[in-house]
């Protein structure tokens, strides 16, 4: 007892330290630091984590302006926007309409980014880098030097992704999903040649971004736990963002040897994925024996673990802001373990449920059918679990609370729809339609962005000392949430009327043109949506120097680790010694107390959660 008390006076007294001077002067020896070394070249887990977030929010600006490009031609296609031509230039906009070739080139730019740069790099990339130390009770990452080179990586893949944008022929245009032969043959279309190069080589420089930090993340939890902080006192953020690093490192090889055969089908003269293929004005290609469901089969297997990959940790965000913000324990904390491990699981035995088109086996098709459907059975389980959390709560509605409710609402709804895709007798008539599209976007766009966002309200005054703007956070949400719903539910009946995606122009379609009036509505709504995010942006880098300060170092009335930590806290995260832990991350509303930090030592005549 001794000990704690002695550990509470000297990280009230570094609090107090602290609320008067600036946050670079807890060590001594940190003096020297250069604007490079802090700011550029960190390997302080908290700045590596604001890189991330900073540069994923620079890609969901531009991936966003790009849905809004195309939403402007699909929502207004006989409209001409002359003022795109002289800001674009002539091969993206012309005669005042994006041309064919742009809006595939900004289709396939846009799911590339806002999937991989965005909901992986800019979501487990910040908030693994940002808690794990923290919550787990370590000074920092197993290996800072990895971290750092794990977000330098990223920022090369960025580059490089951005500089295909510039290049003559433009980016690549084969979807996201960048199958052959489109992909495979550089005379498929203007953006399979150098923007297809460029494409594969910023993927390649992510996946080794993303294998560096997931390594990194799985040995810091294992490994560097504080004193008394075992597997089953950890929050869940925690054990969803393991689980997602584990799913990372398992599934990302496979796409990798995916890119690399392409890139020997592509420059090597190999058939890894050509065969009896013909092509106007080249004739008949030499290219025998190879086939290109292969590359969906890779592609897939870290395709689908990728969806999970994206939505795990927004998930174990959403538990922890639920119970904090309820004041309650979260509901069945080892159900939601065991719920996440499930989740883990099955998400690498239902790939082929993408591929019910192509010609796969029956059998195997039910056999998907059948694991695909099992995934809602855990997925359920946490819904339910979220649900009991918030049952006779004493909610308080801050913005974070709000964005992860609106995320319980975006998964159970958009992952409904996915009962129907799931079903493969049903996606002979749905795959490939804009049915496709809202599902995807409601259960793994918006609801991961959702979650993204609540981590960002919740955790910004841990990560700048201030606060964000209260009243622009409930704007940010109300439009977002409404905005979601009215952009993709209509989505929905479009699909079921047989409406592909990925089309450019539906004017040669009859049956499609009852559709106009609410293309343009949605694309309507798209625009004052991402207005709205433009807000958020503002009020996320005016409140880093004017937002209200922090001047209480637990604001939420926390159990975890890091609101034990000063109000801005130096590299090493504590003062003093790490805190030991003696309970689970969730006893709220116990024996009378508001809320028992993880470092309180258990009092005998406590009554057991």
Do not use: C
Not at 187 to 203: E, K, T, Y
């Amino acid at each position: 007892m001794s000990n704690e008390a002695v550990l509470h006076a000297n990280v009230e007294g570094a609090t107090a330290h602290d609320a008067h001077h600036d946050h670079g002067e807890h060590h001594e020896h940190h003096h020297h630091e250069t604007f490079i070394s802090k700011y550029v070249f960190s390997m302080d887990h908290k700045m590596i984590a604001k890189q991330f977030l900073i540069t994923g929010m620079v890609w969901a600006i531009l991936g966003g302006l790009m849905s809004v490009l195309f939403r402007l031609e699909l929502g207004y296609p006989d409209t001409k926007f002359m003022f795109l031509q002289d800001i674009l230039g002539k091969w993206w906009v012309q005669d005042g309409r994006i041309t064919a070739q742009a809006y595939y080139a900004l289709v396939t730019t846009h799911g590339t980014v806002l999937v991989f740069f965005v909901l992986t790099a800019g979501l487990s990339g910040t908030f693994a880098n940002f808690l794990i130390p923290l919550q787990v009770g370590a000074r920092d990452m197993a290996s800072p030097f990895l971290n750092m080179l794990s977000y330098w990586f990223f920022f090369m893949a960025s580059v490089v992704m951005l500089s295909s944008i510039f290049v003559e022929t433009g980016p690549f245009s084969g979807g996201w999903t960048a199958y052959p032969p489109l992909s495979a043959l550089r005379d498929a279309s203007p953006g399979s040649g150098r923007g297809m190069d460029l494409w594969v080589i910023a993927m390649a420089l992510f996946v080794v971004s993303s294998l560096l930090g997931g390594l990194n993340y799985i040995v810091t939890i294992l490994n560097m736990r504080t004193k008394g902080m075992s597997m089953t006192r950890l929050p869940l953020t925690i054990w969803a963002l393991f689980f997602t690093a584990v799913l990372g490192v398992l599934s990302f090889p496979v796409l990798l040897s995916g890119f690399i055969l392409l890139i020997f089908d592509r420059n090597f003269g190999t058939s890894f994925y050509l065969s009896d293929i013909f092509v106007n004005g080249v004739g008949a290609l030499p290219n025998e024996g190879g086939n290109a469901i292969l590359f969906q089969h890779l592609f897939w297997f870290l395709g689908h673990p990728e969806v999970y990959i994206i939505l795990l940790p927004a998930m174990g965000m959403v538990s922890e802001i639920l119970s904090v913000n309820s004041r309650k324990p979260i509901f069945g904390y080892m159900a939601m373990v065991g719920s996440l491990f499930a989740i883990a699981i099955l998400a690498f035995l239902v790939w082929a449920h993408h591929m019910f088109v192509t010609g796969l086996n029956p059998l195997l098709g039910s056999i998907f059918v059948l694991l695909t459907l099992l995934i809602a059975v855990p997925s359920a389980i946490k819904v339910f679990n979220w649900l009991t959390t918030l049952w006779r709560g004493n909610i308080r509605f801050t913005p974070a609370m709000m964005f992860a409710i609106g995320f319980v609402s975006l998964f159970i709804s958009g992952g409904l729809t996915g009962i129907w895709l799931g079903n493969s007798a049903l996606d002979i008539h749905l795959h490939d339609t804009m049915f496709v599209v809202a599902h995807f976007h409601i259960v793994m766009g918006v609801a991961s962005m959702f979650g993204m966002f609540a981590g960002i309200y919740h955790w910004y005054p841990k990560m700048y000392g201030r606060y964000l703007n209260n009243t622009l956070g409930y704007i940010h949400f109300w439009v977002t949430m409404a905005g979601a719903y009215l952009i993709f539910w209509p989505m929905h009946y479009e699909g079921l009327a047989g409406m592909p995606r990925r089309y450019y122009s539906y004017s040669a379609w009859e049956s499609f043109k009852q559709f106009g009036g609410l293309n343009q509505f949605i694309s309507t709504v798209a625009l004052i949506v991402f207005a709205v995010q433009i807000l958020f942006l503002f009020n996320f880098f005016y409140s880093i120097w004017k937002g209200r300060k922090l001047t209480t170092q637990n604001p939420y009335g926390s159990n975890t680790l890091e609101w034990t930590t000063p109000i801005r806290p130096g590299h090493g995260n504590w003062t003093g010694e790490i805190p030991e832990v003696y309970r689970w991350a969730y006893d709220y509303a116990k024996d009378g107390r508001e809320f028992i930090p993880q470092t309180t030592p258990v009092d005998p005549n406590e009554t057991n959660h």
